[in-house]
């Protein structure tokens, strides 16, 4: 099956401080990847959707200039998390899919942020 | 508005058989995902139904009835390590692409 990178896989930053998290679709092109967050014993909620070339789109009460996404090339996209406090403590996971009628998304293994 | 709802936990025997429910009421709903979590990792697909009917696949299937909103994943033979969230998402078609959108997953916990 298709893979899907993320990088860091964990990591713990001071709050106030901004973190990017990558997300790399290896041996596919990704027309589209998504972005979701998990809060513990929570379901995946999807806080964007990103398009090669193009801004993402936001779920609703998802702040844009907060949750920075970056979806440079078809194997590349990015969230930022900008002046991150500690109630953005979660686990974030990409996704991504070859963007047709979708049949599936593929999952990366996730990025647990802490923030201090 | 979409709403998805499953059970929050389940547990069951090893060697049994476990039927995991999920029933949505979604806008655009075009069809239904099964994925499987482990505490930390990343989902991993199980099934996709569009059709109604059941869908097997090894010890898992899936069945789908789009008239009922009702779907539900079963585990034949469960093994401990079947433990861990199962995740039901319906597949929605918008304006803008395509989306899933998740339930809150049931807890299995398979016991010897």
């Known amino acids: 099956g298709a893979v899907v990178s993320q990088h860091p896989s964990w990591v713990i930053c001071k709050s106030g401080t901004s973190v990017k998290i990558e997300c790399r679709s290896l041996?596919?092109?990704?027309?589209?990847m998504f972005w979701y967050r998990q809060f513990p014993k929570q379901s995946l909620m999807l806080m964007a959707t990103?398009?090669?070339?193009?801004?993402?789109?936001?779920e609703q009460g998802v702040e844009k200039d907060k949750f920075l996404i970056n979806h440079a090339s078809l194997t590349l996209s990015t969230l930022t998390v900008t002046s991150a406090h500690p109630e953005d403590s979660s686990f974030y996971i990409c996704?991504?899919?070859?963007?047709?009628?979708?049949?599936?998304?593929?999952f990366g293994p996730g990025t647990r942020l802490t923030v201090l | 508005g979409q709403n998805i709802d499953q059970p929050t936990e389940m547990t069951a025997t090893e060697g049994a058989i476990v039927q995991i429910n999920c029933t949505y009421q979604?806008?655009?709903?075009?069809?239904l995902f099964w994925y499987q979590q482990h505490a930390g990792e990343a989902p991993t697909f199980l099934s996709y139904?569009?059709?109604?009917g059941l869908e097997e696949k090894g010890r898992f299937s899936s069945f789908l009835s789009r008239s009922k909103g009702y779907s539900y994943l079963l585990l034949k033979e469960l093994q401990m390590k079947d433990s861990a969230s199962y995740l039901c998402?319906?597949?929605?078609?918008?304006?803008?692409?395509?989306?899933?959108?998740f339930g809150t997953g049931t807890q299995l916990k398979v016991e010897l």
């Open positions: 996704s991504a899919s070859f963007g047709t009628e979708i049949d599936t998304q593929y």
């Open positions: 041996d596919f092109q990704a027309t589209t």
């Open positions: 990103s398009n090669e070339g193009s801004k993402a789109t936001y």
């Open positions: 979604t806008s655009g709903f075009n069809g």
């Open positions: 139904n569009v059709l109604d």
């Open positions: 998402a319906s597949h929605i078609l918008t304006g803008g692409g395509n989306k899933l959108t």
